[in-house]
């Protein structure tokens, strides 16, 4: 007999996520799953959208791929129609509560963005799952990266202080 190496998960055991109460059965996404760490995950998002005006989607696709054990493809899509209402409405709010929203600076990037997305559509469809949180994973690693350098990497100009035109 050959040394097989053990299953991290015994058959029939269960993810602790599937063992919550209150479970709905999502058809798309083939899941039946408790509303409550989905719950949990958008009240986050909305926070962290409110908070640093992240869209929550570096925090939600790697959340419901490997936490609510979402298939990739079907994450991408919901993500994506999920921030549209929680950007728009954070938008409306910190438009009417701090006034710092630059309309022109906003209509020019997203134009570029639906033009972006055009080719980002085509280029997800030939794309596997795997392949698709392997782009995810680079991503996240890039910008860690560039954060990390930005810790230890003194800046060309320490003192600068820049006027504005208004």
Do not use: C
Not at 64 to 87: A, K
Not at 97 to 119: C, E, H, K, R
């Amino acid at each position: 007999a050959k040394n097989v190496p053990p299953s991290p998960r015994r058959p029939g055991h269960r993810h602790w996520v599937h063992r919550l109460p209150l479970k709905v059965r999502f058809k798309k996404s083939k899941i039946f799953l408790s509303v409550i760490p989905i719950v949990a995950l958008g009240f986050g998002i909305g926070i962290l959208t409110s908070i640093m005006g992240v869209g929550g989607g570096f925090i939600m696709v790697p959340a419901m791929i490997y936490l609510l054990r979402i298939p990739t493809n079907v994450v991408v899509g919901t993500s994506l129609f999920q921030i549209i209402f929680v950007t728009a409405y954070t938008t409306v709010v910190q438009a009417a509560t701090n006034f710092s929203v630059d309309i022109v600076l906003a209509f020019i990037l997203m134009v570029a963005g639906v033009v972006g997305a055009q080719y980002g559509v085509r280029v997800g469809q030939k794309l596997r799952g795997e392949q698709l949180r392997a782009l995810l994973g680079l991503l996240v690693l890039a910008v860690g990266i560039r954060l990390a350098v930005a810790l230890v990497v003194t800046p060309a100009d320490i003192y600068s202080v820049v006027m504005g035109a208004y």
